[in-house]
């Protein structure tokens, strides 16, 4: 079991620039979720997707940013047109079924630093 | 919406002293499950301990946790701070979804 994979690990982008975070979920796993991760906010939800369904986007920024799961084995989060203010660490995670006692797995996280 | 709010910053504290780290939450459901997740650097998040059940006393790798729906609340406690205890935690409440509060620096000094 390799847990929840994400690349890349790092992506520097300019001002403007497009950036796709990828995620591939731990196999069996039909939950994926979406954080973002600052020293200030901590861990703020973005989305989430059950069974490849998205359940709640409540947390995406709505202009710019968008996620997709086009199969069970994985998700993106596209961000458009980024900002300096989008620098931050983007996990990824996911569950089992997605029910509330579960825990999440997560991954290492990609770093985005847009310059 | 759910909120979930922690100690803030960061705690400082030195080893052998007890640990608590507060965590409060607001949800409109009446049974979410509460959690504690610890990130140590360059790591992700892990579960540390979870519960359900009000009133009940939890524990895991020393920690411990109870949770009180009166009081909305599940601070973490350790008895006896280690070093390698310095890390990221995370109070998070499921009702629908997972809301994490903003995250407790600990840093235990030798």
């Known amino acids: 079991n390799a847990g929840v994979i994400q690349t890349p690990r790092h992506k520097v982008t300019g001002k403007g620039q497009e950036a796709t975070l990828w995620c591939e979920p731990i196999?069996?796993?039909?939950?994926v979720f979406w954080y973002r991760q600052t020293i200030v906010q901590g861990l703020e939800f973005l989305t989430y997707?059950?069974?490849?369904?998205?359940?709640?986007d409540s947390g995406m920024p709505k202009e710019r940013f968008s996620a997709q799961m086009p199969n069970q084995s994985h998700s993106t989060l596209k961000i458009q047109s980024t900002q300096p203010q989008d620098s931050a660490v983007y996990l990824c995670?996911?569950?089992?079924?997605?029910?509330?006692?579960?825990?999440?797995?997560f991954g290492h996280g990609t770093k985005l630093s847009v310059l | 919406g759910d909120s979930v709010t922690q100690t803030e910053g960061l705690v400082t504290l030195t080893e052998g002293l007890p640990v608590m780290l507060n965590c409060t939450y607001q949800?409109?459901?009446?049974?979410?499950?509460l959690f504690w997740y610890v990130q140590h650097l360059n790591e992700s998040p892990r579960l540390l301990l979870k519960s359900f059940t009000d009133n009940k006393r939890t524990e895991h790798q020393g920690f411990h946790a109870t949770l009180h729906k009166s009081s909305s609340s599940f601070h973490l406690q350790k008895s006896s701070a280690q070093l390698s205890d310095s890390a990221l935690y995370y109070c998070a409440e499921n009702a629908y979804k997972v809301i994490f509060g903003k995250g407790t620096h600990l840093h235990v000094l030798p």
């Open positions: 949800t409109i459901y009446s049974n979410p499950f």
């Open positions: 995670a996911s569950s089992l079924d997605g029910d509330s006692n579960e825990r999440l797995f």
């Open positions: 997707f059950r069974n490849q369904a998205p359940i709640d």
């Open positions: 196999s069996g796993h039909s939950a």
